[in-house]
């Protein structure tokens, strides 16, 4: 074979290998496209079946307190209070379906270092971070982007103050120590920091109130306290802004 054949023969693999490249990328990158608008989408299923069944629950307590008197009305109330019920628990195992496979496009974006522009996943309100305890020990300034919750010693429950996913959950030797951030959609985070312990996953979905782990000392800390951060902007750990304005009137648990 002459040595032009042999060039020809190699330079054509060397386009054929990168063609196979560049096919895999653009193969990956329509997989995470795809896998972003499923994101959305279950998030936007998620919240239209939370939101519908708070409203039908509302109809249940409505039925039930109202007082007995018509008897073709109490038959008529009997058979709305056992269709909410029905269409409430079909509800119910939709939306766990919907929260699990949620979960897992979660992780496999995650994995790759992406996630889509979710919508809000929250209702507004917010929850208190920490179990029982309510002493700002250190609040927000240009030069401490978080405020600090001293829990003397203890260490109790860590909270999610809103609904989200959670997007870290370790220590990735910061200075915030063991810490968990959650994406709340729209661009809004919140970090948890100098954790003791852990108990959220990355991917995982979370109601307001779900702990997250316990308060501790871990990282740049000099006693137990958490240290909470709050951004409208996406950078959670940089651009941030004063989460006090959100949690002062949080519901205490």
Same mark, same amino acid.
């Given at each position: 074979m002459? =040595?032009i =054949?042999?060039?020809?023969?190699v330079?054509?693999l060397f386009i054929?290998?990168l063609?196979i490249?560049f096919?895999?990328?653009?193969?990956?990158s329509?997989?995470?496209?795809e896998l972003k608008n499923k994101?959305?989408?279950?998030?936007?299923?998620i919240?239209k079946s939370i939101?519908?069944?708070k409203?039908?629950?509302?109809?249940?307590?409505?039925?039930k307190?109202k007082?007995q008197?018509?008897?073709?009305?109490?038959n008529i109330d009997?058979?709305?209070?056992?269709?909410?019920? =029905?269409?409430?628990?079909?509800?119910q195992?939709?939306?766990l379906k919907?929260?699990?496979?949620?979960?897992l496009?979660?992780?496999?974006?995650l994995?790759?270092?992406?996630t889509a522009?979710?919508?809000?996943?929250?209702d507004g309100?917010?929850?208190?971070?920490?179990?029982g305890?309510f002493n700002?020990?250190?609040g927000y300034s240009?030069?401490?982007?978080g405020v600090d919750i001293?829990?003397?010693?203890a260490?109790?429950?860590?909270?999610?103050?809103q609904t989200g996913?959670?997007?870290?959950a370790?220590d990735e030797g910061?200075?915030?120590g063991?810490k968990?951030?959650?994406?709340?959609?729209?661009?809004?985070y919140?970090?948890y920091a100098?954790l003791?312990t852990i108990k959220? =996953?990355?991917?995982q979905?979370i109601d307001?109130?779900?702990?997250?782990?316990?308060?501790?000392?871990?990282g740049?800390?000099?006693?137990?306290?958490?240290?909470?951060q709050?951004t409208?902007?996406?950078d959670v750990e940089?651009?941030?802004i004063?989460?006090?304005?959100?949690?002062?009137?949080a519901?205490?648990k």
């Amino acid at each position: 074979m002459s =040595k032009i =054949k042999i060039v020809s023969i190699v330079f054509l693999l060397f386009i054929f290998s990168l063609g196979i490249g560049f096919t895999g990328l653009n193969s990956n990158s329509i997989q995470a496209d795809e896998l972003k608008n499923k994101q959305v989408k279950l998030a936007e299923e998620i919240i239209k079946s939370i939101k519908f069944q708070k409203e039908i629950q509302n109809e249940l307590e409505t039925i039930k307190n109202k007082q007995q008197g018509n008897p073709d009305d109490l038959n008529i109330d009997l058979t709305l209070e056992k269709t909410f019920q =029905k269409t409430l628990e079909n509800l119910q195992i939709q939306l766990l379906k919907d929260k699990m496979e949620f979960q897992l496009v979660n992780q496999q974006l995650l994995s790759v270092g992406q996630t889509a522009a979710l919508p809000y996943l929250g209702d507004g309100s917010y929850v208190w971070p920490v179990d029982g305890y309510f002493n700002v020990s250190q609040g927000y300034s240009g030069r401490h982007k978080g405020v600090d919750i001293n829990t003397l010693g203890a260490h109790p429950s860590v909270f999610a103050v809103q609904t989200g996913i959670v997007t870290k959950a370790m220590d990735e030797g910061d200075g915030f120590g063991n810490k968990v951030v959650i994406y709340h959609g729209e661009n809004k985070y919140t970090l948890y920091a100098h954790l003791d312990t852990i108990k959220a =996953k990355v991917g995982q979905y979370i109601d307001e109130g779900t702990v997250l782990g316990t308060v501790g000392n871990t990282g740049n800390s000099d006693g137990d306290h958490l240290h909470i951060q709050l951004t409208f902007s996406g950078d959670v750990e940089n651009n941030t802004i004063n989460p006090w304005d959100y949690i002062k009137s949080a519901e205490k648990k």
